[in-house]
């Protein structure tokens, strides 16, 4: 009889042990789908040639103001690069946000003379 007690107590402590290990999975499951999403998602790349060009999104990316707190953004509309470094833009007519690629947890907001100036340069056709 203490052989039966003790085997029940045991395949009961298996499948609590197992039954934990899927809910863990289960959890985990959502983060990785959630982060390929954010991944798969491209960015428009900006090809910045012309010195014009250049000093535009230089000056914007030195006059832009840093946001406090850790942020979640949505998927940026653009990409462009300057020097070696990589920035993520989301821009629409009256605001304009930027973010480093090193950084993703901090925005910076552009002012608005750059909003106005890059908004037409993505905008021109």
Known sequence: MKILCVLIIVVGLILVGCSQKQEIKKSA??????????????AITIELKETE???????????SIKEPGIVNMTNP?????????SYLLWIAEDSGTIMN?????????????????????????
Request: hydrophobic residues 25%; charged residues 25%; glycine residues 4%.
């Open 29 to 42: 499951s959502p983060l990785e789908t959630s982060s390929e999403t954010v991944t798969t998602t491209k």
């Open 53 to 63: 060009e250049i000093d535009l999104f230089t000056k914007a990316v030195n006059d």
């Open 77 to 85: 509309q653009y990409q462009f690069t300057i020097g070696k470094e």
């Open 101 to 125: 690629t090193k950084d993703t947890h901090t925005i910076y907001s552009l002012p608005s003379s750059a909003v106005e100036e890059i908004y037409e340069f993505v905008n021109k056709g």
